[in-house]
């Protein structure tokens, strides 16, 4: 009873959190005169990307255990957060859109900025699938590949930017729907927001590590592995940020800021996490979970663009991105 309400209690303080951050990003995003693209897919996807980014290093660098159960949360960290973003967080954003919209709803995301971004992670995340299917000893070919990765990134970030201008004129600029929250009590300024966006990323990350806190517990009995674990357990908690805040945005109809939330940061966390990973652990896939995530990972993203380019993106077809996540649950029970 106490577990269950330990994370009733870190589900509200993140939704809580996640409110803020939103109305911050929002509120920026807006006196900036960025795009819904560049605030959902880079300020959006890297803020809430902090979470599960600190996990893997923490775990890898200054981990208390075994090197090779450092390595394993490490690794089902890293591959974890673009599965469960591909295939839970899709799913349950379409979910809730489906409930509040009615499940025909058809999803309008920027075209050219969702397109970027499935075509800039199917192209890097398979590089890193290729990458851990090479021998340990490899090294200067993983370094090779975490460069490469790295240098996608940044091309990826300059080439969305360069766009923002061009897609505000469009009509895609970012717009609050309502005022900044501390604005009302210490008035409106990007002081103000920074500090509002900074106060709800703290509070999300603590929501989010007491979220893994009581998952931990109730997970205590199973008898799996560090990786399969790390893989199911620690993304659920750490992408925790990016689901509510894509929620959020999609009940209002804000499809391309809750589009970019999940799509940047699997972009993010499809290149620069896993290109950390290469440079300080040794990268290889040694059991079939970890392949099994990344390859869903994949196809999840594919799904996706599919979807987009058939103009079937409705809640109905995109709740098939949650069947790739079962399907991976089904793995687990089937092997253990």
């Not at 939704?15 to 819904?36: D, H, K, P, V």
């Not at 699938?129 to 070919?141: E, F, K, R």
């Not at 979807?307 to 991976?328: P, W």
């Amino acid at each position: 009873m106490d577990i269950i309400l330990s994370l009733l209690f870190a589900l509200f303080v993140v939704f809580i959190a996640a409110q803020m951050f939103t109305n911050a990003l929002e509120y920026m995003g807006e006196r900036m005169g960025l795009s819904e693209g560049v605030t959902g897919s880079i300020f959006a996807a890297i803020g809430t990307a902090m979470p599960e980014t600190i996990v893997p290093i923490v775990a890898i660098v200054a981990g208390g255990a075994a090197e090779h159960i450092n390595h394993a949360v490490g690794m089902g960290a890293i591959l974890g957060a673009p599965f469960m973003l591909g295939t839970l967080s899709l799913c349950l954003m379409a979910l809730f859109a489906g409930m509040k919209h009615g499940w025909d709803h058809q999803f309008t995301p920027e075209p050219s900025g969702l397109k970027r971004d499935l075509t800039v992670f199917g192209g890097a995340f398979s590089l890193v699938i290729i990458a851990g299917l090479l021998p340990t000893d490899w090294s200067w070919v993983h370094l090779l590949c975490a460069i490469i990765l790295l240098v996608t990134y940044c091309l990826y970030l300059l080439i969305t930017i360069r766009a923002s201008s061009a897609l505000v004129a469009d009509g895609h600029g970012t717009e609050a729907d309502d005022p900044l929250y501390l604005g009302r009590i210490m008035g409106d300024s990007n002081i103000i927001a920074s500090l509002q966006l900074l106060f709800a990323l703290v509070i999300l990350i603590l929501g989010a590590q007491l979220f893994v806190h009581g998952i931990e517990q109730g997970a205590a009995i199973l008898s799996i592995s560090a990786l399969v674990l790390s893989l199911l357990i620690v993304p659920v908690a750490t992408e925790l940020p990016e689901k509510v805040n894509s929620i959020i945005w999609v009940r209002r109809k804000r499809d391309t800021l809750a589009f970019g939330n999940i799509t940047g940061a699997m972009v993010f966390q499809g290149t620069v996490i896993p290109a950390i990973g290469m440079m300080i652990m040794p990268w290889h896939f040694s059991e079939v979970y970890a392949i099994a995530a990344a390859a869903l990972a994949v196809v999840g993203a594919l799904w996706l663009w599919f979807l987009h380019q058939t103009s079937r993106l409705n809640a109905v077809m995109l709740l098939g991105n949650g069947l790739l996540y079962a399907l991976f649950i089904a793995l687990v029970i089937f092997l253990v």
